[in-house]
């Protein structure tokens, strides 16, 4: 089990850099995107790998790009509020702005850390199928040189006329309710006080 955890951040950490990491060789109209979702992620997987691949972009480069295309390709605002759950409903806006920040800081900082850990692997896009609303699934694989295949789901969702990503589920486990489970379980452990998860972002961020 702990062995499988472990592949499934590895494999989520370079779903995201394939996902992200592409913001800064984008241009800024990058999201209105003309394809269909299926070719939204192809184009920024075979970016990013470029960019992953290219040993001479030092860590705090890797960092400020990611945190660019994480802020420009992701749906961040609904992903922050999908992790906290119910408890943004009794958070302050004091509260909320600095959650926002620290979530932000919090994933940039956890995944860019682990761009090192790239060693060849490949996205494959191989369908799509919509869901409801405006959200699409968009099915890949990623290929390792020296394993099976991962399955890496995308939910990107279109919003005036352009996509962003609001999930990557990896072997069937959701990214965005990963997170959900843990952050609840630590404002509990603070007695439902928004402000025990505040801090303990902040510890890991700052």
Do not use: C
């Amino acid at each position: 089990m702990i062995k499988r955890r472990h592949l499934l951040k590895q494999v989520l950490s370079l779903s995201l850099g394939i996902a992200v990491i592409v913001a800064a060789s984008l241009p800024a109209s990058a999201g209105k995107f003309a394809g269909e979702p299926k070719d939204f992620i192809a184009d920024l997987g075979d970016r990013a790998i470029r960019t992953l691949a290219d040993t001479s972009v030092g860590d705090s480069s890797r960092r400020m790009q990611f945190r660019e295309l994480f802020l420009d390709g992701f749906d961040v605002r609904s992903l922050s509020r999908y992790a906290i759950g119910r408890y943004w409903r009794k958070a302050s806006r004091a509260q909320r702005d600095e959650y926002l920040r620290l979530f932000t800081d919090f994933i940039v900082n956890t995944y860019a850390a682990r761009f090192g850990q790239y060693s060849g692997e490949k996205l494959v896009v191989t369908g799509e199928r919509s869901v409801k609303g405006k959200d699409t699934i968009v099915h890949s694989d990623i290929i390792r040189p020296d394993g099976a295949p991962v399955r890496v789901d995308w939910r990107v969702r279109k919003r005036d006329d352009e996509f962003k990503v609001v999930d990557i589920i990896v072997e069937g486990v959701s990214m965005a309710i990963t997170q959900r489970e843990e952050f609840s379980s630590v404002i509990r452990h603070h007695g439902g006080e928004v402000d025990g998860l505040i801090q303990e972002l902040k510890s890991k961020t700052e």
